[in-house]
């Protein structure tokens, strides 16, 4: 089992910046894959950014991509989402999650999720 809670959402103005944080549980951190997926009101849930268990690969969505970087720190069992150049289409609520397959594939946990509000 694992446990995730995000933190670091808020309020900002368009081209500011943030980072949201996911914090899990459990001695297996580090063999999980982590994505970050958001969901602004009306929508679907999507893929923002994931990165592998060791931190070497990473993957973006076009619309983030050059502006957030999905980081992980496997001895603070933490994963991190920088968001820089924030637009008001970034609005949404942002979710971590956990896989113990690829970051292609389902994931097996999810986090509360933190709300991200860009302002115009």
Known sequence: Q?????????LVQAGGSLRLSCAASGRTFSSYAMGWFRQAPGKER?????I?????????????????????DNAKNTVYLQMNSLKPEDTAVYYCAATSRGVADPYDYWGQGTQVTVSS
């Open 46 to 50: 999507e893929f923002v950014a994931a």
């Open 2 to 10: 694992v446990q995730l809670v995000e933190s670091g959402g808020g």
């Open 52 to 72: 592998s268990w060791s931190g070497g690969s990473t993957y973006y969505a076009d619309s983030v991509k050059g502006r957030f970087t999905i980081s992980r």
